[in-house]
């Protein structure tokens, strides 16, 4: 179960923290690495389409390709939680540029976890991130979604399957207010399907439009998109 954020508090003034990428000590990412990942971020041309099918988001931008120190670093986020969440959502804001979809959007939500991963973990990765996010662009967060049917993890099913097995499992918390400009947090993108499901959702309760933010960004070779995307 990860720490309470006073106890990764505590432990940090024992124990400083060393880089993920560098070693050097201070912090669990130090300001060199995450330079070089801000200046290593994907561009940020049309990567929404697949094979013909648009998607219901808007806009995606992803802060890194997944893998070296960005997939060292969504990794520990999944495993340790907060002390990652700063540092990654400090290089999604840098992605996001100065387009008001990304930094000002009415209401910041995330896309939410199968239950039993909650149970294993105590928390969502992506709401950690959301979490940082509206707090740093000072915008509501607002827990919009639901898991409405249990579906087989997305790891597990092969690219194009992947949206027919995502394919209306979420939908907006009963109540929930969304309206407006929403803006979706995910850690890991591969090939958009959850993100296209969760903004069908946001879309269908009210929603003028969704962009989508996420950490990293899957590159599969083989599976035909502009930009190489692969995704959720």
Not at 16 to 21: D, H, Y
Request: proline content about 6%.
């Amino acid at each position: 179960m990860a720490l309470s954020a006073r106890k990764e508090e505590l432990l940090d003034l024992i124990y400083p923290a060393a880089c993920l990428g560098c070693g050097a000590r201070g912090r669990v990412v130090c300001e060199r690495c995450l330079a070089g990942l801000a200046a290593r971020a994907p561009a940020t041309g049309d990567t929404t389409r697949q094979r013909g099918r648009v998607p219901v988001f808007s806009g995606l931008r992803s802060a890194c390709e997944y893998g070296g120190l960005a997939k060292d670093m969504v990794l520990r986020l999944k495993s340790s939680g907060r002390p990652f969440a700063h540092p990654l959502s400090r290089l999604m804001l840098a992605a996001g540029g100065n387009e008001p979809s990304y930094l000002a959007p009415d209401l910041v939500c995330f896309v939410p976890s199968e239950r039993r991963k909650m149970a294993r973990r105590g928390y969502n990765p992506a709401e950690l991130l959301a979490r940082e996010i509206a707090r740093c662009i000072g915008r509501p967060l607002v827990e919009c979604l639901l898991k409405s049917r249990h579906t087989p993890d997305q790891d597990r099913v092969k690219g194009e399957e992947r949206w027919a097995n995502i394919a209306g499992a979420f939908a907006a918390r009963p109540g929930g207010a969304v309206a407006g400009r929403v803006l979706l947090v995910d850690d890991v993108l591969t090939t958009g399907a959850t993100a296209d499901a969760c903004a069908g959702a946001l879309i269908e309760a009210g929603a003028c439009s969704v962009h989508v933010l996420v950490a990293a960004r899957a590159v599969l070779r083989n599976v035909g998109l502009p930009g190489g995307i692969s995704a959720k």
